[in-house]
């Protein structure tokens, strides 16, 4: 017996708005929430612009303990897995706390905390031998990324696998493919899944810097991030968050719940190519699709909608469009492709999660996000890529991808009440 | 691809980069003769601190085993992981692998803190002289996916990659996670975990465990399951294994080592100690139960042995709870009290060590622990043989994760 996955509730903390509402809002309307950092002073740096969560963690319900303790980024996760699961209608209180799991992603965890107090015990990098004595008493929780996945679990009574996932950029489509493949697996029947970053920091942005990868649009930054566009130069940077309740279809509708839509599939692949380059030929993104068809039982002319990665380096889009021709083959003309990230920026580990989320309004709504900024084709990059306006258009299936330093090639596959080739 | 039949995790091949031996075989020594190499930490710009003693790795020449193009982007953990999964590749004689079937390998690594000797320097660079000073690796050698990326590219592995990013017990999910990739069609995966914890500012973020033990005479700062017990002793190193389709393994004419037979993992809250009990009385329970096992079928157990005196008693009381009566007669061991605990890596060593024991029927002691004071059978001193066909593998998170693994000895062993 095959277990399904629902998909039963969202959260998402994003750039232009926090929660789904605004969300939706934003991306509906082909809004841009990219600007001039002023989280810290970016003085010095080449690409001096981002997209940034107005976030006031007490007014979401956090408290003042919490927000002492935690980072910025597990703020960010709690509010989004409250939101979510509010929205799924879970009461922990009568689920087995042992078949509650955990699967939530992260590229750079707690890093902007470990400048902070770097900067203090370093003397502002005076000296390699640092004074523990300047250190802020909660540190050790910036040191390791399984902090998220725990504060979470503890605030939710999880007692089932708990797991961080940090597999780059693709961390939050894999966090959301471990839960999928726990509750599939029969290890839990409700994951809180999903993917959290704050990179915003001066040392993120600076080694960002170094490879050129970001964009140096300082003067226009709410145009700066100009996926597929011939005239884009980089990706600018965000953060945020995004949770799911990915529950088995059976427990979910056993006690009734709304269900968005399904996980049909997932897969990854590494690429063993290059820590931050990519191949124009796409194969192992290619790859990652068609497995996560195969697991879906869908066929490529059954894809709706690509949800892309469509970071705004020129490598990227021309690596992803030839991945997604390569795998839906003439379809792929016909299929729109868009990038959230022209509006919400990149938030490394978070966004993949924050992207399916997405997906599950698009398929909710029935309306395919633009691609904001986008003006000029660029003779490479050949596809349909929904110019800023959004779309209304029928969807059962939608496909998100992404691609992440270490080479990590992923893909997710939602279908909604009339997606399933059964 | 598989088609229906069940497919069998073997654990084929074993690379090890610890602070008791730099290679399996001088690791087993040291293993097997309870040797504790616990000793004051040496590493440059740590010495003023209040944590002293540590497992550090020593001897060890990245140069000599990693080209420099690797060796300049990365930190030393990826050093590590990079040596300790050559290593592994051709312990399982399959150095050559993934030159013609490059999607049927795949790479998954467990890291709980990352680059930091690497991000430090970079730290130094930027608030020390500026922006522009920091260099193009910063963005691949000081993140959590940097040794699994690092292993694909330099080996030409192409399956599924993944990267486990937890506490201590994210070493025993990691090869969980590697087991069910080979169930689900992958061939071969190449799995583990090591760590580099032992850089300045890397030690300053780690003394607010309050389970860490600051005790500044190596000999007694890590001793497990006794009244003495002072709290835990970081350390660096790991390891790396090589697990493939079982069948794949006979067909190949590889030595099956052991199974990995069941995994579970629970939570039960970061420093929750007293909880713990119940939650990897669960694991194990759940482990045994999908390895299709019976409490007495495990000959040992190889501890978490966080040495925090209700943690320690909350694994012993675990034990006695998911095995019955056979939870205080099962011999246990804990070789890292003389090792140290090095985060994710840890329990990869101890999963080395299980193995490395069942081949052959020696259960190592628990170094520098004489005076047990839990309801357990601790070996200690020497190394007691025993016909060893299943191990348990146990570990807690200081985050709050529990999990349990359970290896079944591989018949392509004489034992």
Same mark, same amino acid.
Do not use: I, K, N
């Given at each position: 017996m095959t277990r399904r996955v629902a998909v039963t509730g969202i959260g998402v903390v994003a750039p232009g708005g926090i929660g789904v509402p605004a969300f939706w809002d934003l991306l509906s309307n082909g809004r841009t929430a990219t600007r001039g950092i002023t989280l810290f002073d970016p003085e010095g740096l080449r690409s001096r612009i981002a997209a940034e969560c107005d976030f006031d963690p007490l007014a979401h319900g956090l408290e003042p303990e919490l927000v002492e303790r935690a980072d910025r980024y597990i703020q960010f996760a709690m509010v989004a897995a409250a939101e979510a699961i509010a929205d799924g209608g879970v009461d922990f209180g009568s689920e087995d706390p042992w078949r509650v799991a955990v699967s939530l992603g992260s590229a750079v965890g707690g890093t902007t905390r470990l400048e902070h107090d770097y900067v203090l015990v370093s003397e502002r990098g005076q000296r390699?031998?640092?004074?523990? &004595?300047?250190? +802020?008493? %909660?540190?050790h929780l910036a040191f390791s990324p399984s902090t998220l996945a725990s504060v979470v679990a503890e605030r939710f009574g999880a007692q089932g696998p708990v797991q961080t996932v940090s597999t780059g950029c693709t961390s939050g489509l894999d966090a959301v493919g471990y839960g999928s493949h726990t509750i599939e697996e029969g290890r839990a029947d409700i994951c809180i899944a999903g993917a959290s970053d704050s990179p915003i920091s001066p040392i993120t942005m600076a080694c960002f810097d170094a490879i050129k990868?970001?964009?140096?649009n300082n003067d226009d930054p709410a145009h700066a991030s100009r996926p597929f566009d011939a005239h884009r130069d980089g990706f600018v940077m965000g953060e945020g968050a995004a949770v799911l309740v990915l529950e088995e279809l059976e427990h979910a509708r056993a006690r009734g719940a709304h269900v968005y839509c399904e996980i049909g599939g997932y897969a990854t692949f590494g690429n063993s190519y290059h820590m931050t380059g990519l191949t124009s030929e796409g194969l192992e993104m290619a790859r990652a699709i068609d497995t996560t068809l195969d697991h879906a039982r869908v066929d490529p002319t059954d894809i709706d909608y690509v949800n892309a990665h469509g970071s705004g380096t020129r490598q990227n889009d021309r690596h992803e469009t030839a991945a997604v021709k390569r795998s839906l083959g003439a379809h792929a003309y016909d299929t729109p492709m868009s990038s959230i990230k022209s509006m919400v920026g990149h938030s490394l580990g978070a966004i993949g999660a924050i992207e399916v989320v997405a997906c599950v309004l698009a398929l909710a709504r029935q309306v395919v996000p633009p691609t904001a900024n986008y003006e000029t084709p660029d003779p490479e990059c050949d596809l349909d890529y929904v110019p800023r306006t959004a779309r209304p258009r029928r969807l059962d299936n939608v496909l998100s991808v992404g691609s992440g330093f270490g080479g990590f090639q992923s893909a997710v596959l939602l279908t909604g009440p009339g997606g399933r080739k059964r | 691809m598989s088609g229906q039949r069940t497919r069998h995790t073997a654990i084929t091949g074993i690379g090890v980069v610890a602070p008791n031996g730099l290679r399996t075989d001088t690791y087993w020594k040291s293993v097997k003769e309870g040797l504790n190499v616990l000793d004051r930490i040496t590493r440059e710009g740590c010495g003023h601190l209040p944590l002293r003693v540590a497992g550090e790795v020593r001897g060890f020449d990245p140069s000599a085993l990693i080209e420099d193009t690797f060796l300049v982007q990365t930190d030393r953990f990826t050093h590590f992981a990079l040596a300790a999964a050559d290593a592994a590749l051709e312990d399982a004689g399959l150095s050559g692998i993934a030159a013609d079937a490059p999607y049927s390998v795949g790479v998954v690594t467990a890291a709980g803190s990352g680059g930091g000797e690497f991000g430090q320097r970079e730290l130094q660079k930027l608030w020390? %002289?500026?922006? &522009?000073?920091?260099?193009?690796?910063q963005s691949i050698a000081w993140f959590y996916a940097a040794s699994t990326g690092q292993i694909s590219i330099r080996r030409g592995f192409k399956g599924p990659c993944g990267v486990v990013a937890s506490d201590e017990a994210g070493g025993l999910d990691a090869v969980a996670h590697a087991a069910r990739a080979v169930r689900r069609g992958t061939d071969v995966v190449v799995v583990g975990a090591a760590e580099a914890p032992l850089a300045p500012y890397s030690m300053v973020c780690q003394?607010?465990?309050? +389970?860490l033990s600051t005790v500044e005479d190596p000999s007694c700062a890590y001793r497990p399951f006794t009244s003495a017990a002072c709290g835990f002793v970081p350390a660096e190193g790991g390891a790396v294994l090589v697990v493939e389709d079982a069948d794949r393994a006979h067909r190949r004419g590889g030595v099956v080592r052991a199974t990995v037979a069941g995994h579970a993992a629970t939570f039960t809250g970061a420093s929750r100690w007293d909880r713990s009990r119940e939650g990897l009385a669960h694991a194990i329970r759940a482990a045994l139960d999908e390895a299709g096992c019976a409490p007495e079928e495990i000959d040992v157990v190889f501890a978490d042995a966080l040495g925090s005196p209700e943690a320690d008693r909350a694994e012993a009381l675990a034990l006695a709870d998911a095995l019955g009566p056979h939870g205080t007669r099962v011999p246990v061991t804990a070789p890292k009290a003389g090792i140290g605990r090095s985060y994710c890596g840890a329990p990869l060593l101890d999963i080395a060590a299980a193995v490395l024991a069942m081949e052959h029927g020696q259960i190592p002691p628990t170094p520098g622990v004489f005076d047990v004071c839990h309801e357990i059978d601790l070996v200690t001193s020497t190394a007691r043989p025993a016909e060893l066909r299943t191990a348990l593998v146990l570990s807690r998170g200081l985050m709050g994760s529990n999990a349990a693994l359970v290896l079944r000895r591989g018949p392509g062993t004489a034992a």
């Open positions: 390699w031998d640092v004074d523990h &004595r300047t250190a +802020e008493p %909660q540190l990868a970001t964009s140096p | 020390g %002289q500026g922006a &522009r000073f920091v260099g193009p690796y003394l607010g465990y309050p +389970e």
